[in-house]
């Protein structure tokens, strides 16, 4: 089989506001658009540039979607999906591996704890030490792993993908 590298970006949504009539209304705070903004910038700078993106319905996680994008000028159109709003990180891998072999760059964004539990699973310990070591340490709001992986979407496992970077956004 000829494998293809690919790169999957994990990231959790920006600083939110406290309360809302639900918590799925919950927007993001000024601070959370600046730093999404500035991970944007980041992921282009970096070289990141999605071909798919599968963001939560949730409002903050939408709101992360725009302001990053708008930092990165991205103009895919974000897949908006209301299982991921909920989905552990079993559900959330599952949800990655329906992903077309089109593919080749797969932005996520979500929710804690599972944004942080799959970025941690699918990472081999092969990568970049230091991302692995602050990755570790947390995956506060606006946090960004950039992990790679060679093979087909379907074929992604546990300790599946090489961590390449990881970013906390701060604007």
């Known amino acids: 089989m000829n494998s293809v590298s690919r790169v999957l970006v994990i990231i959790r949504h920006a600083k ?54 708008e930092g990165a000028a991205y103009a895919v159109e974000p897949v908006f999906d209301d299982s991921l709003y909920a989905a552990g990180p079993e559900t959330a891998l599952d949800l990655l591996r329906e992903t077309s072999d089109e593919v080749t760059t797969l932005l996520v964004i979500g929710h804690n704890p599972t944004m942080a539990f799959l970025a941690q699973m699918l990472e081999d310990g092969e990568g970049d030490a230091g991302a692995s070591s602050a990755m570790a ?35």
Request: no cysteine; hydrophobic share 45%; net charge negative.
């Open 137 to 171: 340490e947390g995956f506060p709001t606006t946090a960004v792993a950039v992990l790679a992986h060679d093979g087909s979407w379907a074929e992604l496992e546990m300790s599946g993908a090489t961590l390449r970077a990881f970013h906390v956004g701060r604007g």
């Open 16 to 69: 939110a506001e406290p309360s809302a009539a639900t918590d799925h209304e919950r927007r993001l705070t000024d601070a959370g658009r600046a730093d999404a903004g500035e991970a944007g910038d980041w992921l282009a700078g970096f070289g990141v540039v999605p071909d798919r993106v599968l963001v939560s319905s949730a409002a903050r996680t939408r709101d992360t979607w725009e302001s990053l994008a």
